[in-house]
């Protein structure tokens, strides 16, 4: 094992791989081989923040993953991209910055994950932060000496957004400054990862520097199959590339951030996790775990569709002469529609006063459009606009289970949406902001109508029926390898190392013990950049022996 290649394996360049190789990589001599099934991420839509459009739905570029029938969603099965191309999630997403709110991780810490409360994860979140705004005078400014690029758009929003703001108003809703790095019950402009007119994923932030760097190499277009072991040690891996198929050496540990989805797969691929289900397919059990791929979370949201009176996105970007025009401002300047995401406006609500935290997240788009069968957004060419809400921290459970020994066989995604009345009555309360949002005066003056759903359609069980029926995912899916108190209740323990063996470890969303209230990217990379800490330390640590990991 001293004579390995390389000191760290790292499977996939996503937001959480990209993240942990950058720190891992910076002494130039640590040895890190990172592994990613997808290809480059040099392609234009992909860097043009509107591009999230175009990249939706590419197959190239993702997955292309499907739940299986949710039964609580009338046995719909749900479209779930997941990057699969270099920088992962974050070269496909919509490019909102949201830390979450502080009881999201002093939550964490309560379930076993000790050392992830807001006063320990917080300090992480400033370091890997450069926000671009603007000063009182309308100047430039950077503030924070981050490589993570997250940027105030205001000044090139649709002048539509400013309605979200002052129908909030309306509502009696706080607003706030930056909503990036908000802490309670308020609305604002998102904040985005964008830097200079372009995406700032992953990639673009953590894995472009760590490139520059000898001690690392970058695999593309490489499927991994499985983690080898000797014992209970991991040793390397097995992965198919070009072709051929190829073993790996790793001399310290393989660390898995292939995500909520790819992470769980990969573990009972290599014969970790629950002892039934591997057996049954016919896998040797090198560790039977039953937690891996249980407790998988997600956000589900409803969106209502509506058609204004006045001139929003859509008379640019639904139109073609505009759009082309906007296109070469684009280009020329790296600003206006096409540097813009489509999420605007924003922010975290409590949808019922009794409750003590935000419980809700809302989004509002100067844009309306709809979905066409193979999930392509297709924008109206008339004036609209989209309000659209979800339950901050739902409660259904739900699992992700390998259906083959084959590994280009996707796994089984089973949602359980709206399994527990406490997300019953969230959905109520996402439809209820909707409808209060969009009946305040400063939207009502100028909404000619309700597009979707229909406006006749009023009843509050009929508005439940359409939730049923349209609710979608919002592509958060956390937990599935989530860090607790041992063996009983998770998969890891709060070093994120992979309870009962030795050399491995699971650093990505499906770590999170629960779903944060909000979007998951900026945890993510947080907790990517807290696990390379660790792992440091603990290669460093005098007594560091490799002993079998277990319980914290």
């Not at 205001?154 to 809703?173: K, P, V, Y």
């Not at 830097?195 to 690392?216: E, I, Q, V």
């Not at 989805?261 to 290599?270: D, R």
């Not at 775990?289 to 001139?311: K, N, T």
Request: charged share 25%.
């Amino acid at each position: 094992m001293n004579h390995a290649a390389y000191d760290y394996i790292v499977v996939g360049a996503g937001s959480a791989g990209c993240a942990l190789v950058e720190r891992l990589t910076r002494d130039g001599r640590t040895r890190v081989l990172l592994i990613e099934a997808g290809g480059s991420d040099r392609r234009f839509w992909i860097k043009v923040p509107i591009g999230y459009a175009v990249n939706f739905a590419n197959p190239r570029l993702n997955w292309d993953y499907h739940a299986e029938p949710d039964a609580a969603l009338k046995g719909r099965r749900i479209y779930w991209p997941r990057g699969k191309v270099i920088g992962g999630s974050s070269s496909i997403n919509a490019m909102a910055y949201m830390r979450g709110l502080p009881h999201d991780f002093d939550d964490w810490s309560r379930a076993g994950a000790e050392g992830w409360s807001w006063s320990r994860v917080r300090p992480a979140f400033e370091r890997m932060e450069q926000h671009l705004e603007r000063d009182a005078d309308g100047r430039p400014r950077a503030r924070g000496e981050g490589l993570l690029t997250v940027s105030d758009l205001r000044d090139q929003m649709s002048t539509f957004s400013a309605r979200f703001l002052a129908a909030a108003r309306d509502c009696g809703w706080d607003s706030c400054e930056d909503l990036s790095t908000t802490t309670g019950e308020s609305i604002g402009y998102y904040r985005s990862t964008v830097r200079y007119g372009l995406r700032c994923s992953a990639a673009d932030a953590f894995l472009a520097p760590a490139r520059r760097r000898a001690n690392l190499r970058v695999m593309t277009n490489a499927l991994v199959e499985r983690v080898t072991f000797e014992g209970k040690r991991a040793t390397g891996l097995r992965f198919r590339a070009g072709g051929k198929t190829v073993e790996v050496a790793a001399g310290r540990e393989v660390i898995l951030c292939a995500g909520a989805i790819n992470s769980p797969k990969l573990l009972q691929l290599s014969g970790i996790g629950p002892a039934g289900l591997l057996r049954g397919l016919g896998l040797t059990v090198r560790h039977d775990l039953p937690e891996v791929g249980r407790g998988l979370q997600d956000h589900l949201a409803i969106s209502h569709i509506f058609r204004a009176r006045v001139p929003t996105l859509n008379n640019i970007l639904g139109r073609a002469l505009p759009r082309l025009m906007a296109g070469l401002h684009f280009l020329a300047a790296r600003r206006g529609p096409l540097g813009v995401p489509v999420n605007q406006v924003g922010g975290y609500l409590r949808g019922d006063a009794a409750v003590a935290q935000p419980d809700m997240q809302i989004y509002c788009n100067p844009l309306s459009y709809r979905s066409a069968p193979d999930g392509r957004p297709v924008l109206d060419r008339e004036p609209g606009y989209l309000l659209s809400a979800q339950l901050c921290r739902p409660t259904s459970r739900g699992e992700i289970a390998i259906r083959s020994a084959d590994p280009g066989k996707a796994p089984l995604i089973r949602p359980n949406s709206l399994t527990t009345e406490h997300d019953r009555d969230g959905a109520r309360r996402a439809i209820e902001i909707i409808n209060r949002l969009a009946t305040a005066p400063a939207l009502a003056d100028v909404t000619q109508t309700r597009l979707i759903p229909a406006p006749e359609m009023r009843e509050p069980e009929a508005l439940m029926e359409d939730f049923r029926d349209r609710a979608s995912t919002v592509f958060h899916p956390t937990s599935t390898c989530r860090m607790g108190r041992g063996p009983q209740d998770s998969v890891l323990d709060a070093r994120l190392k992979v309870h009962g063996v030795v050399g491995l470890r699971v650093v990505d969303s499906s770590a999170f013990p629960t779903v944060t209230s909000g979007n998951t990217n900026a945890p993510t990379m947080m907790l990517a950049t807290r696990a390379a800490e660790m792992i440091l330390e603990d290669a460093a640590a005098p007594h560091h022996t490799g002993a079998l990991a277990d319980t914290v």
